[in-house]
């Protein structure tokens, strides 16, 4: 069982920057990938970045791809989102997941466990 605590969302302006933290519980957050989805007002969840267990390889969707750094510290059990340069766009919650599979998705529904999520507000 792992449970998942995002917190550093807020208000932005447009440009500027926000730095998302997941804390895990759990003595196996190491052997997790770790993702970050978010899911705007009436669409659907998307993903934005992961970062694998085996092999530390990162992943990045295309629209924040060069903005959104995603790291973890698996000796605090945390997993961090950077996100620069910031767009009205990328307002949404954000959510932290994490997956025990061994191949890389983005596809949520393969995702075990989710926090609660934090909003994200980037102002024009």
């Known amino acids: 069982q792992v449970q998942l605590v995002e917190s550093g969302g807020g208000l932005v302006q447009a440009g500027g920057s926000l730095r998302l933290s997941c804390a895990a519980s759990?003595?196996?957050?190491?052997?997790?990938?770790m993702g970050w989805f978010r899911q705007a007002p009436g669409k659907d969840r998307e993903f934005v970045a992961a970062?694998?267990?085996?092999?530390?390889?990162?992943h990045y969707a295309d629209s924040v791809k060069g903005r959104f750094t995603i790291s973890r510290d698996n000796a605090k059990n945390t997993v961090y989102l950077q996100m620069n340069r910031l767009k009205p766009e990328d307002t949404a919650v954000y959510y932290c997941?994490?997956?025990?599979?061994?191949?890389?998705?983005?596809?949520?529904?393969?995702?075990?466990?989710w926090g609660q999520g934090t909003q994200v507000t980037v102002s024009s």
């Open positions: 970062i694998t267990w085996v092999g530390g390889r990162l």
């Open positions: 997941a994490a997956d025990a599979g061994v191949v890389f998705t983005m596809t949520p529904d393969r995702y075990d466990y």
């Open positions: 759990g003595r196996t957050f190491s052997r997790y990938t």
